[in-house]
């Protein structure tokens, strides 16, 4: 059977992100009653990093932890892979000495060529290109909060970046619409956001147009990790995308924020969006935890469970 992978949010179907959004519900429900849930005993996941993380390698460990396995933490330069060792040498000898294995790295490129080599589950802790964890908590999030996502207006203020592609691809597969709006220069390259078509989003000169009736508002840093050298530019450019109450005001009542972080209050938002009562930024973060639980439970063979558990 071959090996299925999380490399990118299309890598799943619209019937796969239900099955995984009612088992988030039924493991977080477990984990808020203190009940014990060791579906992964015995199983390890390895995590590989070249990239600086706080909420990804926590929720990973503590998600592997909760579910009865364990987790090991390797980084770039700790190990060969900072001395050039390919990377698909890595991925055959990391995949025959544990079960799955996650990866955050700079391009995806780098990503697929591991996963190719690799014979068990490989997930994508973000690249340049995608952030497929962190939407699928921020998916969950926004249902938990306010029900089924198809169909509402997600408004993406800022830059079009990994963040931003996933969004993309999400809304084409469950089927709600996001309005972008980018700095001249920064705009959504289709390709590189991996998009089929382009019925699933409208580009916006205006951030406050972009958020002219949408449900959800959300955003961003201006400079992602491996960008650093733009920073300067970037803080320019950018400089009128700051999501700030006005924009918050043109959404509808109910819209909610939210944030990946880590966030700079001042720049891409300002303190009292995030700070403010639409924001659900603390609850989009816990969420990574739960729903990257249901995931790895998916992706281990024989780990699927109908119903609930
Ligand atoms: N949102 C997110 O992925 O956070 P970290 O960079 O802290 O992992
Ligand atoms: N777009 C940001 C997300 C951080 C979680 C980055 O890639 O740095």
Redesign the pocket.
């Known amino acids: 059977m071959a090996v299925k992978h999380y490399l990118q949010f299309r890598d799943f179907t619209r019937d796969d992100y239900a099955y995984l959004f009612e088992r988030t519900r039924v493991i977080k429900e477990r984990f808020e009653r203190y009940e014990p849930y060791h579906p992964l005993a015995d199983r390890t996941l390895a995590m590989i990093f070249e990239k600086s993380s706080t909420r990804t390698r926590l929720s990973f460990e503590a998600g592997m932890h909760q579910l009865g396995g364990s987790a090991i933490y390797l980084n770039t330069r700790d190990t060969q892979l900072g001395r050039g060792e390919p990377v698909e040498d890595a991925a055959e000898v990391i995949s025959r000495m544990v079960d799955i294995v996650m990866i955050r790295t700079f391009e995806q490129d780098i990503i697929e060529r591991f996963a190719s080599h690799s014979r068990v589950p490989v997930i994508n802790g973000?690249t340049n290109e995608y952030?497929p964890c962190?939407i699928l908590a921020d998916i969950y999030t926004y249902i938990e909060a306010r029900g089924p996502i198809q169909g509402k207006t997600v408004a993406w203020i800022g830059d079009s970046?990994?963040?931003c592609n996933t969004w993309l691809q999400a809304a084409e597969i469950l089927d709600f619409n996001v309005h972008v709006s980018t700095p001249p220069g920064y705009e959504v390259e289709p390709e590189r956001a991996g998009l089929y078509g382009t019925d699933h989003y409208e580009a916006f000169a205006d951030p406050m147009d972009a958020c002219r009736g949408a449900d959800l508002v959300t955003t961003?840093?201006w400079t992602?990790?491996?960008f650093e050298a733009e920073n300067a530019v970037r803080q320019k450019a950018f400089a009128d995308w700051q999501v700030d109450a006005e924009m918050m005001a043109v959404a509808k009542p109910d819209a909610l924020f939210m944030h990946?972080?880590?966030a700079h209050r001042g720049e891409e938002v300002a303190a009292e969006v995030i700070d403010g009562p639409q924001s659900v930024v603390w609850e989009e973060a816990a969420n990574r935890l739960h729903v990257q639980k249901a995931l790895m439970e998916y992706l281990l063979p024989g780990e699927r469970r109908d119903g609930t558990a």
Request: charged share 5%.
């Open positions: 973000l952030h962190q970046n990994n963040m961003d840093v992602s990790m491996g990946c972080l880590p």
